[in-house]
């Protein structure tokens, strides 16, 4: 067996290893909460070592803060999706497709509501809540950006509050039950609508 076969063969139980330790570190962190989660309970979950830990993670902050980047990188995906699917049908406004996207990034939480409760508590890492705030800084200068490309007159303020608010919002939905969680989500879209730009008509 050549050296390539076995570089894809390490690579790929690494890849695995290291996922496992996520699910496990997510499971863990639900169950008993970041501040109380061992690195020992972790690696009992995953079945793998502290070694292997190790290897992969600095430590319990970094698990957390991958987790969050993998949630974020599935949330992207939920909004870009939406605004593609709204653009497909003809919607070109703005400030309509801010608010779709943010309409879509709600649901995604209450879709993986447990996962993004881990990230909305209150217990995370020291400086966590500061990068969650730099998170929604990035997700309102994205907005403009995109929206700019259209030669559309921008809000930059109205995103601006509406990327504010969204880390309220988050927090409030992933507390309740789905059927709830939802109609607030719905609720919230139907809010942002009264600040858009009036459609015209034939």
């Known amino acids: 067996m050549g050296t390539t076969d076995k570089s894809a063969r390490t690579s790929s139980r690494g890849a695995a290893t290291r996922n496992s330790l996520l699910k496990a570190a997510a499971r863990v962190f639900r169950t008993v909460g970041f501040a109380k989660a061992g690195v020992s309970e972790v690696v009992s979950v995953a079945g793998a070592s502290v070694g292997s830990l190790y290897h992969h993670f600095s430590g319990k902050a970094d ?10 990188r599935r949330q992207q995906e939920r909004t870009h999706q939406a605004v593609v699917e709204a653009r497909s049908c003809g919607e070109s406004d703005p400030t309509r497709l801010m608010n779709i996207a943010a309409h879509a990034y709600l649901l995604g939480c209450i879709e993986e509501r447990e996962t993004a409760r881990l990230f909305f508590s209150g217990d995370g890492p020291p ?4 990068q969650l ?3 929604l ?3 309102t200068n994205r907005n403009v ?6 030669d559309e007159p921008v809000d930059e303020a109205l995103l601006i509050v509406v990327s504010g608010a969204m880390f309220l919002a988050v927090a409030e939905v992933v507390r309740r039950d789905d059927a709830d969680a ?3 989500a719905d609720d919230i879209a139907a809010l942002l609508s009264r600040f858009e730009p009036p459609r015209e008509t034939d």
Request: proline content about 0%; overall charge positive.
């Open 127 to 130: 400086g966590f809540d500061q």
């Open 137 to 139: 800084t990035k997700w």
């Open 63 to 72: 698990l957390y803060r991958a987790l969050h980047e993998e949630f974020q």
């Open 182 to 184: 939802r109609r607030l």
């Open 145 to 150: 950006a995109l929206f700019r490309k259209a």
């Open 133 to 135: 705030r730099e998170r």
